[in-house]
């Protein structure tokens, strides 16, 4: 009892060091992180047509646009980014819609939107990331790794863009290279699903049978980790 009144007496005082209670769920920054943490786009939505309703700005129209994005919803993408991408000075727009075209798989035209926007801005990370993605969909190997180093040179995340430069390298069977690649990522710590999945996958292939069975097991990937290892041999890596 003690300790739990002198846990609410520092609760008070901490408050007390406010002159203005703050309403949280009044403010609409804080609303919306939590709608977005919960995923709730419908809402999010909502909010923002309200908004664009009153107030036709390209934040707005941005913002909304990106919503209908995260909600799959790319028709509607499309069409609240029309006029922004009229106007083209808005690389964020540009870079939302080739997203979305390549969710779509129109990879001619993401293309074409993707070099719009490295004209009007050559140092934007994420443009040349997804133009290696969509060169990879074409089966343009070479473009694809050129633009995904051009990221890297301007610093994207690792944990994205060596992911994908292995993934390059698998469909390419250069399974070495996706090594070196992916297991520095998963010696850093970086232990997601796409990264775990395509180190073991290019160890098994490259015949490192050891080292895939030791992640596999330390990672609990499977419950069989040499039945795993037996299966992933049998797969055969041909290039998209």
Known sequence: MKNLFIVIVIGIIFLSCSSKKPDFFGDEVYQERILLVAKN????????????????????????????????????V??????????????EALLLYSKALETTRKYKEALQMLEELTVLDKNIAQAY??????????????????????????????????????M???????????????????????????????????????????????????ENISKSPRNFVRNLQRIKANPL
Not at 78 to 90: D, E, G, T, W
Not at 204 to 218: G, M, P, S, T, W
């Open 78 to 91: 499309f069409y609240y980014l029309q006029p922004l991408i009229q106007s083209k000075n808005s690389p």
């Open 129 to 166: 990331n997804l133009k290696g993605i969509v060169y990879a969909s074409l089966k343009k190997f070479g473009p694809a790794k050129q633009n995904f180093l051009r990221a890297k040179e301007l610093f994207l995340n690792d944990s994205i863009v060596n992911t994908n430069l292995g």
């Open 168 to 218: 390059l390298a698998i469909l390419e069977q250069k399974y070495t290279e996706a090594i070196n690649y992916l297991m520095p990522l998963y010696k850093r710590g970086y232990k997601d699903t796409k990264i775990l999945n395509n180190l073991i996958f290019a160890l098994v292939k490259a015949n490192r049978l050891d080292i895939a069975l030791e992640i596999i097991q330390k």
């Open 41 to 76: 786009y419908k809402d999010l939505i909502r909010i923002y047509r309200e908004k664009l309703e009153k107030k036709d700005t390209p934040q707005n129209r941005l913002k909304l646009a990106q919503y209908y994005y995260e909600a799959q919803d790319y028709s509607s």
